[in-house]
């Protein structure tokens, strides 16, 4: 059988690497549309947990995973030696920031070589963790090539980026347009033979390289217009008026007007990440991507700016900062979701815990909180715990959150997400 059919009937075999918001999504889908489906993660619970039908993703649906597992199409293992009775494998790992916030492709380059040795013909391989431009032609490829097989006749390889977006209730793997493209002609039929089982559209470009570089683009453009709207907020403190008013009012619009929305700084694993991968990239051409680093400053500093925010409403009280008794509001990084990943929550809480003050947080979607040595354990909103509080911060506006009662029972509020919305009180809550 020609594999292109062998991918087109779903008789293929196929494989994801990585179990987290990207690849177990991604391996539902395929199990879904009629595949054998293995994961592969080093997370000996992530994997007894797939095994178990245990959903630990929210976008995930727990019926549909249980489904799937049940039936015998998704399994998961740590043993990379599954890839030998594989036909396809997507390579879903995480590409964090290193200390230097430098790219950190150690968990591509792992698992490319643990592909690498057990790699035999034909076989397809798509990477869709997020790297810099000329990953896949410049790495991967001559990493897989090590097996001694020929790209574009004995494996094929191609690169289509995520495009996974944590709590959003109408696009998900399936029915967001994936970027996607190959190595050579034959390595994109080849891709997207696989991925149109799974995916409804799919939008091939010209190489390899411009996919990457679609989801760079994607992530710098919000990166750069945060950060635009970010010192837009510092500017209308300054000038004594309110920067919700202010883009509210220019979004009437009807064209040349996008609207961003500030906030205490970027995070998830993209926005924050994403854009300085580019960047570096171009300093290694001598090229500085001058927008990329000064929306990064920017957003970098604003769980900075928040803190001295919060300290400049405690001194108009004349509360020391030193003892002050802060609530925190939402540690995920956008709201109704659980992810912590990049959150400027957390070094919110580590800069005030530095400077003594005494820091309690709520959010249901985290009980307990682990970070740089920090831990904590979630309250309970009750009315004697927001009375006694001098300064609640809203660091993330969780849709379940009951913003009158929140507003009634607190003496101040200090809303960073505008998420009080019409239940604030001009004498109680004071935006970003």
């Excluded at 391989?125 to 097996?147: A, H, R």
């Excluded at 409403?313 to 609530?327: E, F, S």
């Excluded at 506006?397 to 239940?423: M, P």
Aim: hydrophobic share 40%.
């Amino acid at each position: 059988m020609d594999f292109v059919e062998k991918l087109g009937s779903r008789e293929a075999a196929v494989g994801v690497v990585g179990l987290g918001y990207v690849g177990l999504p991604l391996a539902v889908e395929f199990a879904a549309a009629g595949f054998d489906v293995i994961g592969v993660d080093v997370s000996k619970e992530k994997v007894s947990q797939i095994n178990s039908g245990h959903n630990y993703i929210r976008d995930v649906e727990g019926e549909r995973l249980a489904t799937v597992v049940n039936n015998g199409k998704l399994r998961a293992t740590t043993d990379y030696d599954v890839v030998r009775a594989l036909d396809a494998v997507s390579i879903c790992v995480p590409t964090p920031l290193s200390k230097s916030r430098e790219p950190d492709i150690t968990h591509i380059l792992r698992a490319c070589n643990e592909i690498s040795q057990r790699m035999h013909r034909p076989m397809l391989i798509v990477l869709e963790s997020t790297s810099y431009p000329g990953t896949t032609q410049e790495l991967v490829l001559p990493i897989l090539e090590k097996s001694g097989l020929k790209v574009g006749n004995d494996f094929f390889l191609a690169f289509s980026p995520e495009r996974v977006d944590p709590g959003n209730t109408s696009f998900n793997t399936r029915n967001t347009p994936k970027i996607i493209d190959g190595i050579t002609p034959r390595c994109t039929e080849i891709a997207s033979a696989l991925y149109s089982q799974a995916v409804k559209e799919l939008v091939p470009v010209s190489s390899a390289m411009a996919a990457e570089m679609v989801k760079l683009l994607e992530n710098t453009f919000r990166a750069i217009n945060i950060g635009a709207i970010n010192e837009m907020a510092i500017i209308c403190n300054q000038l004594g008026v309110d920067v919700w008013e202010i883009i509210e009012a220019a979004r009437t619009k009807p064209f040349g007007f996008m609207p961003f929305y500030p906030g205490p700084g970027l995070g998830g694993h993209c926005i924050p990440i994403d854009p300085l991968y580019l960047s570096w990239k171009m300093r290694n051409l001598n090229y500085r991507t001058r927008f990329i680093e000064l929306a990064d400053q920017v957003n970098s500093a604003m769980p900075r700016y928040v803190v001295d925010r919060i300290v400049e409403l405690l001194n108009q009280r004349k509360i020391p900062i030193n003892g002050a008794r802060i609530l925190i509001l939402g540690i995920t990084y956008k709201r109704d979701i659980d992810d912590t990943r990049e959150s400027p929550a957390l070094p919110i809480i580590e800069q005030l815990l530095e400077l003594e003050g005494s820091i309690s947080y709520n959010d249901p979607y985290v009980p307990e909180l682990e970070y740089n040595g920090i831990k904590l354990t979630g309250v309970e909103l009750t009315p004697d715990l927001l009375s006694e509080q001098d300064l609640v911060v809203v660091t993330t506006d969780h849709q379940c959150y009951d913003w009158k009662f929140i507003v009634e029972n607190s003496r101040l509020i200090l809303d960073t997400r505008n998420g009080v919305g019409d239940a604030a009180n001009p004498s109680k809550v004071v935006r970003l």
